[in-house]
């Protein structure tokens, strides 16, 4: 018989390569009318680079500062894009508690309280960002999917996307099921499954998972959360390019891996919707270390 039928929406081709080029101009353009964002001023973030990104390019062409805080984990390239951009980039360590005063977001929320008329947008607790794909991401996947859509499938890190996403869709058709997809290492899968907040650990995929909760969840919306490790991540990503000629970032083969256990297990004629974040330009420097976690 038919098998599940699989989509993928390829975020990659946003103008700065990725998904979060949506929330970060509506976050934007919500603190402009709100007046926290005042012209001539610093945008300030914490970011895993494709958030970052997205802000450097919209600094540029309004006319503000960006500076972007970013673990340092994170690939090369990201640093060098949004430097390109006009951005300056401070590079803070990965292996420290959220709450450390080393930490990105502990680092972005000094230098935003610090500089005079800086806006720290707070991509990860900013209800703004899940408005976003819920006035964006949501209704361009029903229109695209013409409404046949049974699940959504996507990775979860500031959580914008999926719940956006999700509680449009759900609107429209209450029996869509929402996946997520988190890398192990993060402490949403166990929270989802227990109620119990884990200790996190480090992983190598990047922009999905978190060391702690963060609002722009809604669990409320998720049907299952599946955990993915970094082999199975990045075997998923080099299998897209080498048989779909899709190159895409880690976290995308972490979302198409999650999708394929879904199409196992649900009948035929269903329809998947899975989103790839970005693109695998981001990531180049570190594929021959990728090969080497593997």
Same mark, same amino acid.
């Given at each position: 018989?038919?098998?599940?039928?699989?989509? @993928?929406?390829?975020?990659?081709?946003?103008?700065?390569?990725? &998904?979060?080029?949506?929330?970060?101009? !509506?976050?934007?353009?919500? /603190?402009?009318?709100?007046?926290?964002?005042?012209?001539?001023?610093?945008?300030?973030?914490?970011?895993?680079?494709? +958030?970052?990104?997205?802000?450097?390019? $919209? /600094?540029?062409?309004?006319?503000?500062?960006?500076?972007? +805080?970013?673990?340092?984990?994170?690939?090369?390239?990201?640093?060098? #894009?949004?430097?390109?951009?006009?951005?300056? &980039?401070?590079? +803070?360590?990965?292996?420290?508690?959220?709450?450390?005063?080393?930490? !990105?977001?502990?680092?972005?929320?000094?230098?935003?309280?610090?500089?005079?008329?800086?806006?720290?947008?707070?991509?990860?607790?900013?209800?703004?960002?899940?408005?976003?794909?819920?006035?964006?991401?949501?209704?361009?996947?029903?229109?695209?999917?013409?409404?046949?859509?049974?699940?959504?499938?996507?990775?979860?890190?500031?959580?914008? +996307?999926?719940?956006?996403?999700?509680?449009?869709?759900?609107?429209?058709?209450?029996?869509?099921?929402?996946?997520?997809?988190?890398? *192990?290492?993060?402490? #949403? !899968?166990? !929270?989802?499954?227990?109620?119990?907040?884990?200790?996190?650990?480090?992983?190598?995929?990047?922009?999905?998972?978190?060391?702690?909760?963060?609002?722009?969840?809604?669990?409320?919306? $998720? *049907?299952?959360?599946?955990?993915?490790?970094?082999?199975?991540?990045?075997?998923? @990503?080099?299998?897209?390019?080498?048989?779909?000629?899709? #190159?895409?970032?880690?976290?995308?083969?972490?979302?198409?891996?999650?999708?394929?256990?879904?199409? /196992?297990?649900?009948?035929?004629?269903?329809?998947?919707?899975? $989103?790839?974040?970005?693109?695998?330009?981001?990531?180049?420097?570190?594929?021959?270390?990728?090969?080497?976690? &593997?």
């Amino acid at each position: 018989g038919f098998r599940p039928s699989l989509w @993928a929406k390829l975020e990659y081709f946003n103008p700065t390569g990725s &998904v979060k080029d949506r929330m970060a101009l !509506y976050m934007v353009e919500d /603190a402009e009318r709100s007046g926290r964002l005042k012209p001539g001023g610093t945008i300030v973030e914490g970011s895993s680079g494709n +958030t970052g990104a997205a802000l450097a390019m $919209i /600094a540029a062409v309004k006319g503000y500062r960006g500076i972007i +805080t970013m673990p340092d984990k994170m690939s090369d390239e990201k640093k060098y #894009f949004m430097t390109a951009l006009g951005a300056e &980039v401070i590079v +803070t360590p990965t292996d420290v508690a959220p709450d450390s005063p080393q930490s !990105y977001y502990s680092v972005a929320r000094r230098i935003a309280a610090e500089t005079p008329n800086a806006w720290y947008p707070d991509q990860y607790n900013n209800p703004k960002n899940i408005e976003a794909h819920y006035h964006t991401t949501g209704p361009e996947i029903w229109k695209q999917a013409g409404g046949q859509i049974d699940y959504l499938v996507a990775g979860i890190g500031t959580g914008g +996307t999926l719940s956006g996403a999700g509680k449009y869709l759900k609107e429209k058709k209450k029996s869509i099921r929402v996946i997520a997809v988190d890398p *192990d290492g993060s402490v #949403f !899968y166990e !929270y989802f499954k227990t109620g119990r907040l884990p200790p996190s650990h480090i992983y190598q995929v990047e922009g999905i998972g978190e060391d702690h909760l963060v609002k722009a969840v809604d669990f409320s919306l $998720i *049907d299952d959360i599946l955990q993915v490790s970094d082999k199975d991540s990045f075997l998923m @990503a080099r299998r897209l390019a080498r048989e779909e000629g899709i #190159f895409a970032g880690g976290s995308s083969g972490s979302a198409v891996w999650g999708a394929l256990q879904v199409a /196992a297990s649900i009948d035929a004629g269903k329809h998947i919707v899975v $989103i790839l974040p970005d693109s695998g330009n981001r990531y180049q420097i570190g594929r021959a270390s990728c090969r080497e976690r &593997v």
